[in-house]
């Protein structure tokens, strides 16, 4: 079965780190791009950051530059989103996805483009 599983989320106070993991199965994931998003409850879906499947492209939305920092590790099909200086603004459902795309990776391109795997999430709550 082809699929993503998302782990890592949890309750972190501010300030405080949280690393996600983003591991596939069924496919080979360095052959895709893969992108985090995440979702906060009544706000629309907001792309956070995307890798190629070298890794040697990303990309971070403004919101989380210089905080959070993702990486891939193709021998073991897995991609993570280190994310430090945590801030409650940082709060929502974490998604990854995975995409074909074979050149440099934007966040305003993944935006347009269309998934072609997703997981189901990992809730990462910032709160005192």
């Known amino acids: 079965q082809e699929q993503l599983v998302e782990s890592g989320g949890g309750l972190v106070q501010p300030g405080g780190s949280l690393r996600l993991s983003c591991v596939a199965s069924?496919?080979?994931?360095?052959?895709?791009?893969v992108g985090w998003f995440r979702q906060a409850p009544g706000k629309e879906r907001e792309g956070v950051s995307c890798?190629?499947?070298?890794?040697?492209?990303?990309d971070y939305a403004d919101s989380v530059k210089g905080r959070f920092t993702i990486s891939r590790d193709n021998a073991k099909n897995t991609v993570y989103l280190q994310m430090n200086s945590l801030k409650p603004e940082d709060t929502a459902v974490y998604y990854c996805?995975?995409?074909?795309?074979?050149?440099?990776?934007?966040?305003?391109?993944?935006?347009?483009?269309?998934?072609?795997?997703w997981g189901n999430g990992t809730l990462v709550t910032v709160s005192s």
């Open positions: 996805a995975a995409y074909e795309w074979g050149l440099k990776v934007t966040i305003a391109t993944m935006m347009k483009y269309n998934m072609d795997y």
């Open positions: 890798i190629s499947g070298s890794g040697g492209s990303t």
């Open positions: 069924g496919f080979t994931l360095e052959w895709f791009a």
